[in-house]
């Protein structure tokens, strides 16, 4: 595996490789990478004949008071990884090159309406920062498929809308969510737990999931009464909720009572963490 730092060298070595025909498959992440992302890094293999991974750690999706700074950096062990899963490429990219006039004097792409619900109404510009530097990195690497986790369902939602949009020539393709033994969700934020918080409290955001999904598919249709059930679950366990919405799996927006798919979104505070998950699913 190459590991290259410029735009330049990944242009070069990329399009050498898509000059022989090859099909090129492309894993966006920030690193310090877990079970998840080597799903990821999986499914662009399935699909692909050379796989590109990007690290890059993107203060545009970073508000004033969150941990851009603390967050876990782990490029040796990250490198060490990806050579296992057979990674062709690895794209650190820095920021005097993503952002060379500093990111709020940069141009920014919106995926407006879809990016102020959930984690949009408590991470304002977190969005924005993501499909500004999707657009940047495909446009780097000119992908032909790109592989997103389905655990961030608004984000894959959101680049979905982004690439229809404007018309970019990517496939995006969604990888299912990777899971702990207990059933929380993989995530690099889960290494700011304790060893209680993670092994005792934060899977029951997965089982407040799977409890309204089983209710649902019993015949339950007040949301509200679920919420509310999940937000006490989550209060009682130790969290502090932030949402748990039950929605449209196409517009993430509130679902109707009549509608067969649906996907619910949950997101609570833990420590020093904020944790997020979803499940899909169909109800007769
Ligand atoms: P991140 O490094 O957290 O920005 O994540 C990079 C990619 O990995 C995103 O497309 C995430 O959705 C995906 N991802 C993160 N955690 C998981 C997981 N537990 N299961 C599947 N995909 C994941």
């Known amino acids: 595996m190459q590991t290259v730092h410029s735009i330049a060298e990944v242009q070069d070595i990329i399009s050498v490789r898509r000059s022989e025909g090859l099909r090129i498959g492309f894993v966006p992440t920030m690193g ?31 508000g004033p008071n969150e941990d851009y700074d603390s967050y876990p950096r782990t490029m040796e062990q990250d490198q060490q990884l990806l050579i296992e899963h057979g990674v062709d490429l690895l794209y650190a ?63 894959l939602t959101i680049i979905r809308k982004m690439v229809k949009d404007m018309c970019m020539p990517v496939d995006i393709l969604g990888a299912p969510i990777a899971r702990e033994e207990t059933g929380l969700a993989m995530s690099s934020r889960n290494g700011y737990l304790s060893r209680e918080e993670r092994e005792d409290i934060a899977p029951t955001l997965y089982q407040c999931l799977l409890a309204a999904k089983e209710a649902i ?37 509130p679902a109707t009572h009549n509608e067969k798919s649906l996907v619910i979104l949950a997101a609570g505070f833990l420590g020093k963490a904020r944790l997020i998950d979803n499940i899909y699913f169909e109800r007769d």
């Open 93 to 155: 990219a820095s920021t005097t090159e993503i952002y060379p006039e500093g990111s709020e004097n940069h141009t920014h792409v919106s995926v407006e309406v879809l990016d102020g619900m959930h984690c949009g109404m408590s991470r304002p510009g977190f969005f924005r920062g993501i499909a500004t530097v999707v657009t940047k990195l495909f446009n780097i690497v000119r992908p032909d498929v790109a592989v997103f986790g389905e655990k961030d369902v608004q984000q």
């Open 217 to 253: 598919q019993a015949g339950e249709s007040d949301f509200d009464l679920l919420r509310r059930d999940a937000f006490a679950k989550m209060a009682q366990a130790g969290f502090k909720p932030d949402y748990f919405n039950i929605c449209n799996t196409e517009t993430l927006l």
């Open 32 to 62: 310090n990478l877990h079970g998840g992302h080597l799903t990821l890094v999986e499914q662009a293999k399935q699909h692909c004949d050379i796989v590109v991974v990007s690290i890059y750690v993107n203060p545009l999706q970073f």
